[in-house]
């Protein structure tokens, strides 16, 4: 698999072809948006493996994302029963499970890795009598916090086009993290753009939160004005996804008709 070297500005791209995607079924993707927000909730309401389950579920969801783009700009209706098809095929369900296991395995070390050398300062914030010194346990988990930030963006690399890879290319999983880590580095730069864009966007849906509450308005309507915000920008963030996997890989498929599927 060949991936392309795209330019500085195709970090922002991909967010405009990820609105171009939303604007062309706007309700099937709030839909998704809807139903991605609320399996994340439920995981959060089972402590610990609600959690795990979720890490491990994340390619499968994130192909489910890619396919309804797909669909989409295609020119495909999507309709209840295709959210689930790409799932039907046995083969790409296996290997998208055992890459979650993977994705599981390597939060958890790099987890594991994070914390391990600032266990003292941890261990110190915790008094004799059992209580918690919370400002000593904040100031110690800052830096496994900033470390685990660092290791997540090498595990982000390896496992950003993998579903894609393993689900439509039957690339084993090994191939696909070593192909989304190269496409990952040289398109760096893209990326970082990406980021920092998505950072800016909802930092700004809550600054202007912060600026309806200090205008006088109550939270509970703040609340009710920010949540269709956020599962539209949430929703216009999952369609972006499919562009920097295109874009990056398309170069595969120079003869593909771009009103037409582009995978079998």
Request: aromatic content about 12%; glycine content about 8%; overall charge positive.
């Amino acid at each position: 698999m060949q991936a392309a070297t795209l330019p500085f500005s195709s970090g922002w791209r991909w967010i405009q072809d990820g609105l171009d995607i939303f604007k062309r079924q706007p309700l099937a993707m709030l839909f998704w948006s809807l139903m991605t927000g609320l399996i994340i909730t439920v995981a959060y309401l089972i402590p610990l493996f609600g959690q795990m389950a979720l890490i491990a579920a994340m390619p499968i969801l994130t192909f489910i994302t890619l396919n309804s783009s797909r669909n989409i700009i295609a020119g495909k209706q999507m309709m209840p029963g295709m959210w689930l098809a790409p799932l039907r095929d046995r083969e790409a369900r296996r290997s998208l499970m055992r890459l979650g296991m993977a994705y599981l395995i390597c939060c958890l070390l790099g987890g594991f890795l994070a914390t391990l050398p600032f266990m003292n300062e941890l261990v110190a914030a915790v008094r004799t009598d059992g209580s918690i010194d919370e400002t000593a346990l904040l100031q110690a988990i800052r830096s496994p916090f900033i470390t685990f930030g660092v290791l997540y963006l090498l595990i982000s690399a390896l496992f950003w086009h993998a579903p894609a890879l393993i689900g439509w290319h039957r690339i084993k999983l090994i191939q696909a993290l070593f192909y989304s880590m190269v496409a990952c580095w040289r398109n760096k730069w893209p990326f970082l753009l990406y980021g920092v864009s998505w950072g800016a966007i909802f930092l700004a849906a809550q600054l202007l939160a912060n600026m309806l509450v200090g205008l006088g308005l109550g939270t509970g309507v703040v609340q009710l004005i920010l949540t269709p915000v956020n599962l539209v920008l949430a929703a216009i963030l999952y369609c972006s996804f499919y562009p920097t996997y295109m874009s990056v890989f398309g170069v595969n498929y120079p003869t593909q008709d771009p009103t037409e599927t582009p995978f079998a």
